[in-house]
């Protein structure tokens, strides 16, 4: 028998080669999850708050918060990394409340993530979303691949199981959203679907202070 020039073992081996690869392709790609969905997240998570709690939103005429000193917040993203909104650092900021479950913040939610991908608020302006009121037994769960689904390029802090942040700003109903001054104070609280029109004036009045 004769032997096999070298340039043909080599071809044998790349053709091998390309063969294993397409097996572990096939292999990986059997998988329930895709690779880029491994990322482990984080529904809800411990909170801090400091400061004085505000009272319960009633609604926005007469509004007993407004004024008042915001309390700062501090927790974690879905995927784990620390997130702090604390007031009076020199950036105003609007905090915008959301449940997955919640039909007002379904429809609400879509609109601002795409207002959020072509426009950018105000300089000086931070905008923080809260996922709060999570449960894995209600519609929309997990609140992680709602937003990332949306398409919402802002922070997002995860609320705890006893909602500390939503307390901690008043929340009474959803979607609900918190303009905070560049002085730490609260310039307004609305709650209720808002609106893109309704979203920008929340903005620029946040930039006011």
């Known amino acids: 028998m004769s032997a ?50 505000l009272p319960s939103f009633v609604n926005e005429l007469g509004d007993v918060a407004v004024g008042m000193e915001a309390p700062g ?3 974690v993203s879905f995927t784990g990394e620390e997130i702090s909104v604390q007031a009076g650092e020199g950036s105003a900021y609007v905090l915008g409340f959301f449940a997955h479950w919640c039909p007002h913040c379904q429809r609400e939610l879509p609109g601002l993530s795409e207002w959020m991908m072509f426009n950018d608020p105000p300089d000086g302006v931070e905008v923080v979303a809260v996922s709060t009121a999570v449960n894995d037994g209600a519609p929309n769960y997990p609140p992680s691949a709602w937003f990332r689904e949306v398409g919402w390029t802002a922070d997002v802090l995860v609320d705890s199981e006893a909602m500390g942040v939503a307390d901690a700003f008043g929340l009474s109903s959803y979607p609900f959203f918190v303009l905070v001054g560049a002085d730490g104070k609260v310039v307004a609280r609305v709650s209720g679907e808002i609106g893109i029109p309704v979203w920008e004036r929340l903005l620029e009045a946040a930039a006011r202070g």
């Open 4 to 53: 096999v020039p070298a340039k043909n073992k080599n071809l044998l081996f790349a053709i091998a080669g390309v063969v294993v690869l397409a097996l572990m392709v096939v292999w990986f790609s059997g998988s329930d999850e895709p690779v880029g969905e491994m990322v482990p997240t984080v529904e809800v998570a411990a909170v801090q708050v400091t400061g004085v709690p």
């Open 73 to 75: 917040v501090s927790g």
